[in-house]
T-cell receptor, first 115, second 111 residues
């Protein structure tokens, strides 16, 4: 199984709502990532989890809160978002960087619209 | 974050021709690079990777070349097909296992 799944596929939320994005992989990968991608732009790294611990936070606003409950799951909790946070949110997983080949496998993304 | 850029934002090629997509990176300490293909509405898909101690790596119809002297990466696609039409990104790995993406090149294959 080389698939990363993400739910929901689409999400529309108001600025006062609280919602969560979910990501799951069963490849035994111990590194998981959240990226944000705007239209016609490259993915921007938000968070990196390594062995279920947050290892990198790319100065992401606190209205985005990641969580890694176990080695297969990654969540992104959203609260008090702004319209400019509307984007495609991508989850990825890989083997840890100690392997020379640690290609990332990406999910299809969640298309988020903040009204 | 790191800076990884692409020279050409768009590229159009005739079906059957070879395509070359270029990428410049800024961190000479980066040890691993990946090329991704992203089709509309989908997540990036791995194409090929290369480690910094290699100059060239070949896959099926694709070749990645790495020139560390000028910090340049290229992706060559042989006999380009309509299904190759997509946006292509290079990405470099930082010291903390994070990946930084270049700006992307949109490849259009003309039948």
């Amino acid at each position: 199984d080389t698939e990363v799944t993400q739910t929901p596929k689409h999400l529309v939320m108001g600025m006062t709502n609280k919602k969560s994005l979910k990501c799951e992989q069963h490849m035994g990968h111990r590194a998981m990532y959240w990226y944000k991608q705007k239209a016609k732009k490259p993915p921007e790294l938000m968070f990196v989890y390594s062995y279920e611990k947050l290892s990198i936070n790319e100065s992401v606003p606190s209205r985005f809160s990641p969580e890694c409950p176990n080695s297969s799951l990654l969540n992104l909790h959203l609260h008090a978002l702004q319209p400019e946070d509307s984007a495609l949110y991508l989850c990825a997983s890989s083997r840890p960087g100690t392997y020379w080949r640690s290609e990332q496998f990406f999910g299809p993304g969640t298309r988020l619209t903040v009204l | 974050g790191e800076s990884v850029g692409l020279h050409l934002p768009t590229l159009s090629v005739q079906e059957g021709d070879n395509s070359i997509i270029n990428c410049a990176y800024s961190n000479s300490a980066s040890d691993y690079f990946i090329w991704y293909k992203q089709e509309s509405g989908k997540g990036p898909q791995f194409i090929i990777d290369i480690r910094s101690n290699m100059d060239k790596r070949q896959g099926q119809r694709v070749t990645v070349l790495l020139n560390k002297t000028v910090k340049h990466l290229s992706l060559q696609i042989a006999a380009t097909q309509p299904g190759d039409s997509a946006v292509y990104f290079c990405a470099e790995r930082g010291s903390g296992n994070q990946f930084y993406f270049g700006t992307g090149t949109s490849l259009t294959v003309i039948p």
